[in-house]
């Protein structure tokens, strides 16, 4: 089993920016891909970015050119570096593995670290 905890998450106006981090209960590296997910009220939870061991990313459309992911094995940490945030990126920010192109890779979740876009 693993667990992760999320942190960085506030309120900021649009046009700001935050800083997640995601620390893992064990060696991400074993892990393999990390990703972010958000999910924002009454929408599914979503993917917005992905990170392999050897350092590729990969970002939901809605996203890319904002954000940037990136991780620190050593530390078994992932961050979410968000910048330009829009309203829309008001969410619950979660980090979990992924399996395959999107999918979560443990059933179980973090409390997540809420963002919230408001002026």
């Known amino acids: 089993q ?5 942190s960085g998450g506030g309120l900021v106006q649009p046009g700001g920016s935050l800083r997640l981090s995601c620390v893992a209960s064990r060696n991400i590296f074993t892990i393999g891909n990390m990703g972010w997910y958000r ?3 009454g929408k599914q939870r979503e993917l917005v ?3 392999t061991n050897g350092g590729s ?3 939901a459309d809605s996203v890319k050119g904002r954000f940037i992911i990136s991780r620190d094995n050593a530390k078994n940490t992932v961050y ?3 910048n330009s945030l829009k309203p829309e ?3 619950v920010y979660y ?4 399996r ?6 443990f059933d179980y979740w973090g409390q997540g670290t809420q963002v919230t876009v408001s002026s």
């Open 49 to 51: 970015a992905r990170i």
């Open 95 to 98: 980090c979990n593995g992924v």
């Open 2 to 6: 693993v667990q992760f905890v999320e």
């Open 57 to 59: 990313t990969n970002y």
């Open 100 to 105: 395959g192109s999107r999918a979560p890779m």
């Open 89 to 91: 990126d008001t969410a």
């Open 80 to 82: 979410l570096q968000m």
């Open 39 to 41: 999910q924002a009220t």
